[in-house]
């Protein structure tokens, strides 16, 4: 790969979560406020397992759609909700001006087990986004696994659910976070070869707290690979070596698939600015300065 297509700009996208209290709610305004001269391709907003958090990501997203010029993508999921609930809330977003949206199977309630329907719901993401592109244009984002869902038969099943969310209407899909690069490079090419030509944009997590990923690996089924153990090994109460290591581990994550065409990125922020912010800028991202009452890429009261 030439030297001139490496240092070809990427796009890039956000993910935050629906705050809990006000000192979580001003946490995530300041980050989207820091974030936002990136000029992200869209902003997303997740949505509760069982959907408890339905109206704090409906606040997040208006506010985001009326306030700033930032796009906003709330979460849709199948779970809690009958199919025309969940219709009524896409219509709602679309006459918000709310174009982009991320439709999900979701997660089963704290509890639950295992993953039932709800009885006059949606039954899988492929029925939920045939159901969004059926009320009007959305952009549609949804989610892939290149580890394979914990929940899926196998891996040749799990791909045939994501060619049948992409063949529903979906625009991308969005992979759970990784840190092997060689399983996202396999991953796009077994979707390449099974028809799917949507882009697969590959999920980054950069990492707080090396602990903290782990439990969100066990959960999702993602691996750890030994050398990342090995470079976060003492780290636990060294805050400032910790964040130097993880923003290096991202951006060797991000320059190796940029060596391999990948050009668009989907960052967890878990509603902090400041290591995505600094990986970023370092990736060479363009910060757009804000001048006194601008809203185009920013954030206003």
């Known amino acids: 790969m030439s030297a001139r297509t490496q240092r070809a700009p990427i796009c890039v996208s956000f993910e935050f979560f629906p705050p809990a209290d006000a000192a979580m709610e001003t946490t995530l305004w300041s980050s989207l406020e820091r974030l936002a001269p990136l000029g992200p391709h869209f902003v997303s907003v997740t949505y509760g397992a069982d959907g408890s958090t339905r109206e704090r990501t409906h606040n997040v997203v208006t506010r ?149 990923v782990l439990r969100f690996a066990r959960a999702c089924g993602a691996s750890i690979p030994p050398w990342l153990h090995e470079r976060f090994a003492g780290l636990d109460d060294d805050h400032d070596t910790r964040l130097a290591v993880a923003a290096s581990v991202a951006i060797e994550q991000v320059q190796a698939l940029r060596r391999h065409g990948v050009r668009e990125f989907h960052f967890y922020t878990l509603n902090r600015a400041a290591l995505t912010y600094a990986i970023c800028r370092a990736l060479g991202l363009p910060c757009v300065a804000q001048t006194p009452g601008a809203t185009r890429t920013g954030v206003r009261a």
């Open 64 to 212: 985001i759609q009326r306030n700033t010029t930032l796009t906003g993508a709330p979460h849709l999921t199948c779970i809690g909700a009958s199919r025309g609930e969940i219709l009524d809330i896409a219509r709602g977003y679309w006459d918000e001006g709310i174009r982009h949206l991320v439709a999900l199977r979701g997660d089963p309630p704290q509890g639950q087990g295992s993953y039932q329907p709800h009885a006059a719901g949606f039954a899988h993401a492929s029925e939920l986004v045939a159901g969004l592109a059926a009320v009007a244009p959305f952009d549609i984002s949804v989610a892939a696994y290149p580890e394979v869902h914990p929940e899926a038969a196998s891996a040749e099943a799990d791909l045939d659910n994501l060619k049948r969310k992409i063949d529903a209407g979906a625009n991308r899909a969005i992979t759970q976070f990784f840190y092997d690069s060689g399983v996202f490079l396999r991953f796009r090419d077994r979707c390449a070869a099974a028809g799917i030509q949507a882009p697969i944009v590959p999920g980054i997590l950069p990492i707080t707290r090396f602990a903290q």
